[in-house]
């Protein structure tokens, strides 16, 4: 799904005739319906895509081909992606969450720390959740200039420089 950037989510069904829950992803959220056709993971696509009110957290809207509340219900929780040629061209310190999924975290003295796992944002800023060698916890790192200094997608790396205690020992 690299070619795909995930936009938003669907949570269940709203009402009778076939809306849907709609949380979208997007810097300005109402734009998820401009991003059609959007894409389940398993590749299902849907091509429009109609915002037909506003909720808490998020929109209600219509799926083509979704007509029934069992049509809505079946596709709770179900994320959804946009074409990656569709979405907007990102400012040079700016990175679509998906592409710092799978990058290796070394620290400023090249000492391999982990690897992106996730990245969540829930309000008060990013957080890089990372798998570290020879643990079982992972490590949440804030997403922000100075505990992450460089962000290099070619190289499939992140140069972090991690609150002290973060990390355990690499010398131990």
């Known amino acids: 799904m690299n070619d795909r950037v995930i936009v938003g989510a669907i949570g269940g069904s709203f009402g009778v005739q076939g809306e849907v829950r709609l949380k979208s992803f997007c810097a300005d959220p109402a734009a998820i319906a ?26 209600t809207a219509r799926l083509d081909g979704v007509v029934t509340k069992e049509d809505a219900d079946a596709l709770r929780n179900v994320s959804l992606y946009a074409d990656r040629a569709v979405m907007p061209s990102l400012p040079d310190d700016e990175y679509y969450y998906a592409d710092l999924i799978g990058l290796t975290v070394l620290d400023t003295g090249g000492t391999p720390l982990g690897t992106v796992r996730n990245v969540m944002d829930h309000g008060a800023g990013a957080l890089l959740e990372i798998s570290a060698p020879g643990q079982s916890e992972t490590v949440l790192l804030p997403f922000t200039k100075v505990a992450v ?19 355990p020992d690499t010398n131990a």
């Not at 849907?46 to 808490?56: D, I, N, R, S, Y």
């Not at 499939?156 to 990390?167: H, Q, V």
């Open 34 to 59: 401009d991003y059609t056709p959007l894409y389940t993971e398993d590749g299902h696509a849907f091509a429009q895509v109609v915002l037909t009110g506003q909720m808490k957290n998020g929109f």
């Open 149 to 167: 200094p460089t962000v290099d997608l070619a190289r499939g790396r992140i140069i972090a420089d991690p609150p002290a205690g973060l990390f």
